[in-house]
């Protein structure tokens, strides 16, 4: 038994191969032929086409008229661009509507960068913040110097007086013990034995 008579497997769908074209091309040339039909010039070229075909089909002679009173082929003809007229302009509408998608989807997702950035920098800009308020700032530098050298200041000034009180006890005991000596001396003088002791020579 052949393969394509075997009841246990699916048979192939038979499709109607259908010419191929570029979706994209068409769409493009569908969307310039729809965008021209909906422009004053496409009205004024229309209007001057029906107006000829109508007037030729009255005026002219009988034996040259292909489209007499009532107008057949050309009532045939605005049915058929009707028709094609139709799909064209939703053609043109969905590829407009699928742009229009792409671009809110691109400025949701731009927005959303944004948002993101603009968050990210609001944090780098706080944390700046609190860091500059934790470093010691101009002012505060100059005003801790100058509270430095007022310190020093005083520190000399009582290193002064302390040294100055020094050198007056040092200057009263030096002077105290130049009275004891001179007072041992006038009592060593007064006492008789030392007058009976010699002069020295000289």
Known sequence: ??????????????????????????????????????TARFIVYMTV????????????????RFDP????FLTLLLSLQASYAAPLILLAQNRQADRDRVSLEEDRRRAAMQKA???YLARE?????????????RDYLRSELARLAEELDD?????????????RKDVKRVVREADLDTTAAEDGYDDDSALDEPLPRR
């Open 125 to 137: 800009i706080a944390a700046l913040r609190i860091a500059i308020g934790e470093v010691a700032t």
């Open 69 to 72: 009173y009532t107008f057949t």
């Open 155 to 167: 520190a000399a000034h009582r290193r002064s007086k302390h040294d100055r009180k020094e050198i």
């Open 1 to 38: 038994m052949s393969d394509h008579r075997r009841l246990d497997q699916p048979r192939d769908p038979r499709r109607i191969s259908l010419p191929r074209y570029d979706p994209e091309t068409f769409g493009r040339v569908s969307e310039g032929i729809a965008r021209f039909m909906g």
């Open 117 to 119: 950035d603009t968050e």
């Open 49 to 64: 086409f029906i107006a000829a075909w109508l007037g030729w089909n009255t005026f002219a002679p009988a034996g040259m």
